[in-house]
């Protein structure tokens, strides 16, 4: 905890450093943070959070009243923590970085890496030669070294906008029960927009019943009554989750060096990753070795997280047997124009979408990381894979790794 504690607040005051030295106009702000619950049951949370803060040194406070539109129960306020828009951040920071020398390459996907004098990365464009690799790639694109597939999972969460209207609660908030949601506001153009974000879960397993989008809608029209109740942004995000919740960063091998696991909690973690793994190949020392040491990706797990192991990898068991034994039989009849199924339609596992056109595009309905079946994600219109997190659009393009491969496709025969 104490590391994950340290490495987050460099992170945060790397970020800020940035801001300041290079005049990068993200909308960054010092605010409060607020951990809150509406349960009486859940207090004791509160309070575990308090002590844990306490213990590690962090400056908080508890309070009985927030912003919020609604009552809570309790709250640990953090001040003087931020907010900033990311995408402004990142191509700021990437401009800074072409004017230093440096060359960035797009759509340029890595199929693999192979050792040589020096390590040869393959994309889909052509080679390039490097003593030195990292993998910052969310999922890494290699399984080996690290066996990835076998301490990863990845997790959705969503995000809806809307006018703020006579909202302002002024900080950022997150609850400590379940579903877990979080709460901002973000100025754009002079209007106050609600930022509600939550209701995660494993890739591949939406609830076909209400998407994280119609639980954020309806946490919206129920608690933020004086907010435009029809949000005029939706957007989802995905990242990996380690056995223990703590990323792994660091060397896998002798020059390749990963950084993945940030739980959804990216903005400092990423910069703490850089600034870690910088220290591990220049040799400095910005954040301390025995810090870095806890966020290897070669450690020991602890108990709690072989149960995690045994826990991931029985579901993806699960998913790969079960999900292959319960594909239901149907026909190319039965997808409607705009929609999506996985079905078994002539004795084939088929990942079938209907265009609104009336056109049907059928492919093999099997994962082509590690060969899962896939399920139809019918609130993103894609089809996932609940063993690895890979997605594919209707046209069978990968959305997200691990998959490197775009799904085979299938003549289609209505």
């Given at each position: 905890a ?6 987050n607040?460099a ?11 290079y ?6 702000e010092?605010?409060a943070?607020?951990v809150?619950t ?9 309070e575990t959070?308090?002590r ?7 400056k ?12 809570v129960?309790g709250?640990?306020?953090?001040d ?10 990142l191509?700021a920071?990437?401009?800074i970085?072409i ?8 759509r ?28 910052a790639t969310?999922?890494?694109?290699v ?5 990835f ?9 969503y ?5 703020a ?46 998407s994280g ?12 009554a004086q ?9 989802s995000a995905?990242d ?14 002798d020059g390749?060096?990963?950084?993945t ?21 220049t ?6 070795s025995g ?9 020991i ?5 072989a149960?995690?192991?045994?826990v ?9 047997t079960a ?7 149907g026909?190319y ?6 929609k999506?199924?996985?079905?078994r339609?002539?004795?084939k ?12 595009h059928a492919?093999k ?5 590690m060969?899962c079946?896939?399920?139809y ?7 996932d ?16 790794g ?10 289609a025969?209505e």
């Amino acid at each position: 905890a104490f590391a994950y504690a340290a490495a987050n607040s460099a992170g945060l005051q790397m970020v800020a450093s940035f801001v300041g030295e290079y005049d990068i106009g993200c909308d960054f702000e010092r605010v409060a943070s607020f951990v809150y619950t509406r349960r009486e049951d859940e207090k004791k949370h509160i309070e575990t959070e308090m002590r844990a803060c306490e213990k590690l040194g962090i400056k908080c406070r508890v309070v009985t009243k927030t912003r919020l539109p609604f009552a809570v129960q309790g709250a640990i306020a953090m001040d003087d923590q931020a907010q900033f828009h990311p995408l402004k951040y990142l191509y700021a920071l990437a401009d800074i970085f072409i004017k230093s020398g440096g060359s960035i390459h797009e759509r340029s996907k890595v199929l693999g890496i192979i050792k040589k004098k020096a390590y040869v990365v393959k994309t889909q464009n052509g080679s390039l030669t490097a003593d030195t690799v990292v993998l910052a790639t969310n999922y890494p694109p290699v399984d080996f070294p690290g066996l990835f597939f076998l301490r990863l999972h990845q997790e959705r969460s969503y995000i809806i906008g809307t006018d703020a209207g006579e909202v302002d609660v002024s900080g950022m908030y997150i609850n400590a029960e379940e579903p877990v949601n979080s709460i901002r506001m973000h100025d754009t153009k002079g209007a106050k927009q609600l930022l509600l974000g939550g209701y995660g879960h494993k890739t591949g397993k939406e609830d076909d019943a209400k998407s994280g989008y119609s639980s954020l809608e309806g946490f919206l029209r129920t608690d933020f009554a004086q907010a435009n109740a029809c949000p005029g942004y939706h957007w989802s995000a995905q990242d990996c989750v380690t056995l223990d919740g703590m990323p792994y960063v660091g060397a896998v091998a002798d020059g390749v060096y990963v950084a993945t696991g940030y739980a959804k909690w990216g903005m400092t973690n990423s910069a703490a990753a850089a600034m870690m793994i910088a220290d591990s190949i220049t040799g400095s020392n910005v954040i301390d070795s025995g810090v870095r040491e806890q966020f290897s990706p070669k450690r020991i797990s602890p108990a709690a997280s072989a149960k995690n192991f045994l826990v991931q990898g029985a579901d993806t068991f699960k998913a790969y047997t079960a999900g292959n034994i319960f594909i239901q039989p149907g026909e190319y009849a039965d997808v409607a124009p705009g929609k999506g199924a996985v079905l078994r339609i002539g004795g084939k596992a088929q990942a079938v979408y209907r265009d609104k056109e009336g056109g049907v595009h059928a492919y093999k309905a099997h994962c082509t990381h590690m060969g899962c079946p896939l399920e139809y994600n019918e609130a993103e219109n894609s089809f996932d894979c609940p063993c690895h997190g890979s997605r594919f659009s209707m046209d069978g393009e990968v959305i997200e790794g691990p998959a490197k491969q775009p799904l085979e496709k299938i003549k289609a025969n209505e």
